[in-house]
């Protein structure tokens, strides 16, 4: 009887050794579970934080100093290098004075027609031109543009047409524009469209070339077709090209304004700064002639940095590829 309870005892004892052992097992099997299925959490959760600081944009307010010694002190520079070399091509003589007048000279004619208060006139006569056949250009170039890229045959019919006449001197159309329109304001208008509107298709062209394929099909699920397709798909995917060539359209439309003010001289025009160039040549002052070169690069110039030189900022920075300092 004893040993048969001593027995008993035994065996109960060794279950309940190997029940601990397997509830031991398997509590050790759930805490390396449970760690297991806590570290990729903890690592996710640490690659997201991660990935949140790469995407946050970190402003640094730059001094104002700094900022200016790193944008204004070059142009500055550049320009005081220029005038140095130009006074000493007037002191050796380089040229006769009378043919290379030296800067002081340029900007004592710039005075005397600043004290007529006829400089303004110029300078406004000759913006308004511009910016008035600039718009026209964008209203015609635009709609042609997406044609050409859109519509293959018109590709394949006037594509060629639109890059030859981007190539073509402004200037040669100006006497079948005097045939034309006669000397007028139409004159001077034909030539600038003729100068820019091929620009700003060709740039609209090439900006609706690069556009991935993928939007396009994107548009097309979310119901985004024709004129609506146009406005919310093609011109923002577009915009890059797009700006390129509104850029190059400026410059072509202010080149040929120029032009066409050089040779179409009426009274019943106005003076813009082409004919105030002319001027200058036909009275055989060479410091005249300067200040009107001076006059109407720092207008082209200063288009570039108000208006295109922004927008141009503007849409880097809406794609991230530039940050505000």
Same mark, same amino acid.
């Given at each position: 009887?004893? /040993? $048969?309870?001593?027995?008993?005892?035994?065996?109960? $004892?060794?279950?309940?050794?190997?029940?601990?052992? $397997?509830?031991?097992?398997?509590?050790?099997?759930?805490?390396?579970?449970?760690? *297991?299925?806590?570290?990729?959490?903890?690592?996710?959760?640490?690659? *997201?934080?991660?990935?949140?600081?790469?995407?946050?944009?970190?402003?640094?307010? !730059?001094?104002?100093?700094?900022?200016?010694?790193?944008?204004?002190?070059?142009? @500055?520079?550049?320009?005081?290098?220029?005038?140095?070399?130009?006074?000493?091509?007037?002191?050796?003589?380089?040229?006769?004075?009378?043919?290379?007048?030296?800067?002081?000279?340029?900007?004592?004619?710039?005075?005397?027609?600043?004290?007529?208060? !006829?400089?303004?006139?110029?300078?406004? $006569?000759?913006?308004?031109?511009?910016?008035? %056949?600039?718009?026209?250009?964008?209203?015609?170039?635009?709609?042609?543009?997406?044609?050409?890229?859109?519509?293959?045959? @018109?590709?394949? =019919?006037?594509?060629?047409?639109?890059?030859?006449?981007?190539?073509?001197?402004?200037? =040669?159309?100006?006497?079948? /524009?005097? &045939?034309?329109?006669?000397? /007028?304001?139409?004159?001077?208008? =034909?030539?600038?469209?003729?100068?820019? @509107?091929?620009?700003?298709?060709?740039?609209?062209?090439? %900006?609706?070339?690069?556009?991935?394929?993928?939007?396009?099909?994107?548009? #097309? @699920?979310?119901?985004?077709?024709?004129?609506?397709?146009?406005?919310?798909?093609?011109?923002?995917?577009?915009?890059?090209?797009?700006?390129?060539?509104?850029?190059?359209?400026?410059?072509?439309?202010? #080149?040929?304004?120029?032009?066409?003010?050089?040779?179409?001289? /009426?009274?019943?025009?106005?003076?813009?700064?082409?004919?105030?160039?002319?001027?200058?040549?036909?009275?055989?002052?060479?410091?005249?002639?300067?200040?009107? &070169?001076?006059?109407?690069?720092?207008?082209? &110039?200063?288009?570039?940095?108000?208006?295109?030189?922004?927008?141009?900022? =503007?849409?880097?920075?809406?794609?991230?590829?530039?940050?505000?300092?």
């Amino acid at each position: 009887m004893a /040993s $048969t309870e001593t027995t008993d005892t035994t065996d109960t $004892t060794d279950t309940t050794e190997a029940e601990a052992e $397997t509830a031991g097992t398997e509590s050790g099997a759930d805490g390396a579970t449970a760690g *297991e299925a806590a570290r990729p959490a903890g690592s996710l959760a640490g690659l *997201e934080a991660g990935l949140d600081a790469l995407e946050a944009s970190h402003v640094h307010r !730059t001094p104002l100093l700094s900022k200016l010694r790193e944008k204004a002190l070059p142009p @500055v520079v550049a320009i005081a290098l220029v005038l140095i070399a130009w006074q000493l091509a007037y002191h050796f003589q380089v040229k006769a004075h009378y043919q290379l007048p030296s800067p002081v000279d340029v900007a004592r004619s710039l005075r005397d027609q600043w004290l007529k208060g !006829t400089l303004l006139g110029f300078v406004w $006569t000759s913006l308004s031109r511009g910016v008035l %056949g600039f718009l026209a250009s964008v209203a015609i170039g635009t709609p042609l543009g997406l044609l050409v890229a859109r519509v293959k045959p @018109v590709r394949a =019919a006037i594509g060629p047409i639109l890059s030859g006449l981007q190539s073509l001197p402004s200037v =040669a159309w100006v006497p079948a /524009s005097i &045939i034309w329109f006669g000397l /007028s304001n139409g004159t001077i208008y =034909a030539v600038v469209l003729l100068g820019a @509107v091929p620009s700003i298709a060709n740039g609209l062209v090439a %900006g609706v070339d690069q556009i991935p394929p993928l939007y396009l099909r994107a548009g #097309r @699920v979310i119901g985004a077709t024709g004129l609506h397709s146009v406005r919310h798909v093609l011109l923002p995917a577009a915009l890059p090209g797009y700006l390129a060539g509104l850029k190059q359209g400026w410059a072509f439309s202010w #080149r040929s304004l120029m032009a066409a003010e050089l040779i179409v001289s /009426s009274p019943d025009l106005g003076t813009g700064l082409g004919q105030f160039l002319e001027q200058g040549r036909e009275q055989s002052d060479m410091a005249w002639v300067l200040a009107a &070169i001076l006059l109407i690069l720092i207008v082209g &110039i200063g288009i570039e940095l108000l208006v295109f030189a922004p927008l141009e900022r =503007a849409v880097l920075r809406s794609r991230g590829l530039l940050v505000r300092s």
